[in-house]
């Protein structure tokens, strides 16, 4: 698990320093024939954006081609087999978070959550993100989220409007006091593989004989799934970040399942 672990992290790493070369590069070259392609080509959820163009036109909404359609059906094949890991394993945002979340940790001495009720509400709005970028973006023929989506403005300095700002700075100051503020509320990509992911190969299971229900795994969950009080970790929900299996104190009470079977 420790291996696992580090490999995660290092994937996080390095997810962030591709993406944040990508972004600055695209600032100091420009884009164009000549230039360097924009962040928005290496994003899975362009894919989504414009798919509808495609199909309808034959053309690509402005700063999207292929290369977001590969992506978008990569992700979406990873999920099938893996869930939501792609959130804390491939997205750069997802790594950042996470990040600002342990520092808030260290500075507030806590991370804060909603009660559950509250939490099992607002995690419908991704969905609701995801149908009104969906429809505005067929709508308006453009990127439409681009002005807002916290992805882009750091990764590619957009602070070109007083809503970005303000976008951002609450993303980032969320992101300190709660975990995952942004995947487990807003984000649309995070809406998409939560239904994907709901058929997927690996999950993980809990051995009620093992576990001495320490509470423990739900404390350290950062999507507040309550892991003492089932046997399999939701799917929709879970991004497979191991936080719970490498901090239980019972060797096997958690276990990473492949189709169902103990790997
Ligand atoms: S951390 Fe392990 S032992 Fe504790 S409640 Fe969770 S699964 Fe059970
Ligand atoms: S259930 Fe475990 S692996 Fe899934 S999100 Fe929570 S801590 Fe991470």
């Known amino acids: 698990m420790k291996k696992l672990t580090n490999i995660r992290l290092l994937s996080q790493v390095l997810i962030v320093a591709i993406i944040s070369y990508i972004g600055v590069r695209h600032q100091i070259v420009g884009g164009g024939p000549n230039g360097s392609a924009p962040l928005d080509s290496y994003c899975p959820f362009g894919g989504i954006e414009t798919a509808f163009a495609y199909f309808q036109t034959g053309q690509f909404l402005d700063k999207t081609n292929v290369s977001n359609f590969v992506l978008l059906i990569s992700v979406l094949i990873m999920s099938f087999i893996a869930g939501s890991a792609f959130c804390s394993w491939l997205c750069p945002l997802g790594a950042i978070q996470e990040w600002l979340a342990k520092l808030g940790k260290r500075f507030f001495g806590r991370t804060y959550s909603f009660p559950m009720s509250i939490h099992k509400s607002l995690r419908h709005l991704r969905f609701v993100t995801l149908l009104a970028i969906v429809y505005l973006t067929v709508q308006g023929s453009r990127l439409v989220f681009e002005e807002y989506d916290p992805f882009k403005i750091l990764f590619h300095f957009n602070f070109e409007t007083t809503t970005a700002i303000v976008i951002f700075c609450i993303t980032i100051v969320l992101s300190l006091l709660i975990d995952r503020f942004w995947c487990k509320y807003l984000c649309p990509l995070g809406a998409v593989f939560s239904l994907a992911g709901r058929f997927n190969l690996i999950n993980i299971r809990r051995n009620t004989d093992l576990c001495v229900e320490c509470g423990t795994c739900t404390k350290k969950c950062p ?41």
């Open 223 to 263: 999507m507040n799934i309550e892991v003492t009080k089932v046997t399999n970790i939701p799917a929709d929900e879970c991004v497979k970040c191991l936080e719970c299996i490498s901090t239980c104190p019972k060797s096997d009470a958690l276990v990473l399942t492949v189709g169902g079977s103990r790997k």
